[in-house]
């Protein structure tokens, strides 16, 4: 078996979809996991957001708006004449959502669960259905049902040992050996429908892998493979052609946008190689991460942007780390806030996050817990692996830099914009 993974962009329009044919045709053994199309899965966060505000007008609106998105689509692929009822039903359970719910803010997670998931199930059926019709034979997999994940909704990790039997059970005695499936999203224990995580596409697929002793896996993306840096950010960016897991992982970690960093751990497990494709060109050969490639030996620069720099004072002096350090984490886990950098003194702690809607929650918290919170937004983060003083005179003398720390392998630093 192998798995291939087609993020949002690839599947963006009709062109798109005719394009993951063009790269599937003629494959057997084939396990295909989708992204939502385009940008759909913000599209649908705006429906979370005017039902969490009450505004059911504004959430038919946006639904209606991601219907004929997906609709056109369709007609260009397949004629405005066709009906793909599984996929009206989709969206009619959507509408019925949004209007049968009682909204508590309670159970924010839950609704956002259940309704930014509603991407990918289009996305899948619209796929399925088209390849279908065009020699790929193919079964569509719910998984919501494939995947049993932890009870936590919006950030989930998937129970890899009870995905095992429900996986397979759900490819088990099939006619056909291509499947197709929705990255991103899954099953909890009490049935409601869980996501793992924005970009978490690639980790759904990267389980998979791992579930069914795949081969290989490949994300096709519009990269020609993975680059030591962003273009747009660091000039003389160029591909590598191969990588381990642990510089993946970092890298990933630090920002960059190739992989989601949870997808590295189940592929290490079965020693899985992952190559990253370009979706323009089936035939380049991209970049190909595996187990048993040194280290990378030139610098990897990756800026992290959206990120929010973070205060805590301890407001009676306690020591932060040592008083207080399970009370803090605890607190950003449960409100799904990532924490990037830390540097800590006695009584403060400096902590990089990911911008979130729970951050004020988290700091209202915090202040009854006595802290004091100090909030800098639209910081960025930047990492060097394996810089050289060359680079190092070039980056880390910039005045906007709020905080720095270096190993002898990295440099890492805060800086306003
Ligand atoms: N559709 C989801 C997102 O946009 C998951 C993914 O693309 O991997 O975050
Ligand atoms: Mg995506």
Do not use: C
Not at 30 to 45: D, Q, R
Not at 104 to 114: G, H, I, M, Q
Not at 343 to 359: G, T
């Amino acid at each position: 078996m192998k798995v291939y993974k087609f993020g949002g962009a690839s599947v963006k329009d009709a062109a798109g979809v005719r394009n993951l044919l063009d790269i599937v045709q003629g494959e057997t053994d084939l396990f295909i996991i989708v992204s939502a199309m385009g940008k759909t899965t913000n599209a649908l966060e705006g429906v979370f957001t005017a039902m969490q505000q009450g505004d059911e007008a504004l959430a038919m609106e946006r639904i209606d708006a991601s219907y004929a998105y997906h609709r056109a689509i369709v007609d260009e692929l397949m004629g405005a004449d066709v009906t793909i009822t599984q996929m009206n039903i989709l969206f009619q359970q959507l509408r019925n959502t949004v209007r049968n719910t009682i909204y508590r803010p309670s159970d924010a997670e839950l609704w956002y669960d259940t309704i930014v998931a509603f991407g990918e199930l289009v996305s899948t059926t619209i796929i399925s259905n088209f390849l279908n019709g065009h020699g790929v034979e193919n079964k569509w997999i719910d998984m919501r049902r494939a995947f049993l994940t932890e009870q936590r909704h919006k950030d989930a990790n998937v129970n890899i040992e009870a995905t095992q039997v429900r996986l397979k059970r759900e490819i088990a005695n099939s006619e056909v050996s291509v499947f197709v499936g929705q990255g991103f999203i899954g099953g909890a224990p009490d049935g409601t429908t869980t996501t793992l995580g924005r970009e978490g596409s690639d980790y759904s697929a990267a389980i998979v892998a791992n579930v069914l002793d795949a081969e290989s896996m490949s994300v096709w993306k519009d990269v020609d493979g993975i680059l030591n840096a962003d273009p747009k950010i660091f000039p003389d960016a160029h591909k590598i052609e191969r990588l381990n897991y642990m510089d993946t992982l970092e890298m990933a970690y630090s920002g960059a946008q190739i992989i989601h960093p949870k997808t590295i751990k189940p592929l290490q497990q079965k020693n899985i190689p992952l190559y990253v494709r370009p979706f323009g060109n089936k035939h380049a050969t991209g970049s190909v991460i595996t187990g048993d490639v040194e280290r990378a030996f030139e610098p990897i620069m990756i800026q992290k942007s959206n990120q929010v720099l973070l205060k805590l004072h301890s407001r009676d002096l306690s020591f932060v780390l040592e008083e207080r350090f399970a009370k803090v984490f605890t607190t950003f886990d449960s409100h799904r806030i990532k924490i990037n950098l830390m540097h800590n003194s006695a009584v403060n702690l400096y902590m990089a996050v990911d911008a979130s809607w729970h951050i004020d929650d988290a700091i209202l918290e915090l202040n009854a817990d006595g802290f004091d919170v100090d909030k800098t937004e639209d910081v960025e983060l930047v990492t060097i692996r394996y810089y050289d003083d060359e680079l190092y005179r070039r980056y880390a003398f910039d005045e906007r830099i709020v905080i720095k720390q270096t190993t002898p392998h990295s440099l890492r630093f805060v800086r306003t914009k």
